[in-house]
């Protein structure tokens, strides 16, 4: 008579049967050597939960398109900062050329008063001469002044007519001058750094009726 005995299976509930579901079967040994089936039961509840192939593929794009949107909004803001880094520096350079805009300015009617005083300055007598000269003297000054700082004289005579350096008083036909070009200036012009300090003002030939 053998020693071996038979386990038993165990019962299983119909009741807890209808509530779960069988997803993995094994086959294992029992302590006599012989086969046994052995059932895992898995909540459905569970398997519920696991996400599917296309919801992963759907959480995969939504990641992939928020990266990428993150990755734009990074080279946008480094554009802008490059674009503000660039701006800083053009007003930095700018405030260095043009400082002296406010100056320049009041100087020049002293400079006016200086050279209309020297063409007002008419006759031979010692008086008259030592005036014009000083006048010249000062004058090659204030012009020496000017071109250390990069204050440009515009003295447009027999030039073509320019509207962003020159303000047209009159215009009029002149025998021998082509038309559109200045024939007298009334007032010079002056440049700083290439910027225009003040037009000059000037009389435009224009052709003969």
Avoid: C
Wanted: hydrophobic letters at 40%; proline letters at 4%; charged letters at 25%.
């Amino acid at each position: 008579m053998s020693n071996e005995q038979e386990i038993p299976a165990t019962p299983v509930d119909a009741e807890l049967v209808t509530e779960t579901e069988i997803d993995v079967t094994t086959v294992t040994e029992d302590a006599a050597g012989n086969d046994e089936t052995v059932a895992t039961v898995v909540d459905p509840e569970l398997l519920e939960s696991e996400p599917t192939f296309d919801e992963l593929k759907k959480e995969l794009a939504q990641a992939q398109q928020q990266a990428q949107d993150n990755w734009d909004k990074a080279l946008r803001i480094q554009a802008e900062m490059e674009n503000l880094k660039r701006r800083t520096q053009k007003d930095l350079e700018d405030a260095h050329k043009f400082a002296l805009t406010g100056f320049a300015k009041e100087l020049l009617p002293v400079l006016d008063s200086l050279e209309l005083g020297l063409q007002a300055a008419t006759g031979d007598n010692d008086e008259v001469k030592k005036f014009r000269e000083g006048s010249e003297l000062t004058i090659k000054q204030f012009e020496a002044a000017f071109a250390k700082f990069n204050v440009v004289t515009i003295n447009p005579v027999g030039e073509p007519f320019n509207a962003e350096h020159h303000q047209a008083m009159v215009m009029q036909a002149v025998e021998g001058a082509a038309p559109n070009t200045v024939v007298t200036v009334f007032q010079k012009g002056y440049l700083l750094n290439g910027r225009l300090l003040r037009p000059a003002m000037v009389v435009v030939a224009k052709a003969a009726d």
